[in-house]
């Protein structure tokens, strides 16, 4: 069975909240999320990565492009990357760009949909709606204590 998952990440790949904030952050999710307060079987996780750790759109991924030179960037290649930075997450998140060579950042390629790296996150399975709204983005991100991203994840 195929799953849906939202995920909440800061903006910066290193930063982590405090558990608190973490926690925070996952109940209002659970309200923009699902409509809450109610029983329902509501699905949050949030992760404190020791390293950090690749947050990848799954199925959704249609194309990634190099900020460098423009071109596309194989799927084979982000793939590999993901499987062997599966365990150990990524020591640095530096790279050459694999289609023209020059030195870029993993975080600064251009993923669509977005995908991105996270020592925190905040996955919300199967949500009742498909992105959070600016505003909504915003408030989140001031619960945490520092800007975040969404990601949208087909598994
Ligand atoms: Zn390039």
Not at 67 to 85: F, K, N, Q, R, V
Not at 89 to 95: E, S
Request: proline share 6%; hydrophobic share 45%.
């Amino acid at each position: 069975m195929s799953e849906d998952v939202l995920s909440v990440i800061p903006t910066d790949p290193l930063w982590q909240p405090e558990r608190s904030a973490g926690e925070r952050l996952a109940a209002v999710l659970a309200e923009l999320a699902f409509g809450l307060p109610s029983e329902a079987d509501v699905e949050i996780d949030i992760t404190w990565h020791d390293v950090v750790t690749a947050v990848d759109c799954g199925a959704n991924l249609e194309r990634i492009g190099c900020p460098l030179c423009g071109d596309s960037i194989d799927a084979g290649w982000w793939e590999d990357l993901l499987e062997s930075h599966a365990d150990d997450g990524f020591a640095t998140l530096a790279v050459d760009a694999p289609c023209c060579g020059g030195a870029t950042s993993l975080d600064a390629l251009l993923y669509d949909w977005p995908c991105g790296f996270a020592r925190f996150e905040a996955a919300v399975w199967n949500p009742e709606r498909t992105w959070f709204g600016d505003e909504e983005l915003a408030l989140l991100g001031s619960l945490l204590g520092h800007p975040v991203k969404q990601v949208r994840a087909h598994i």
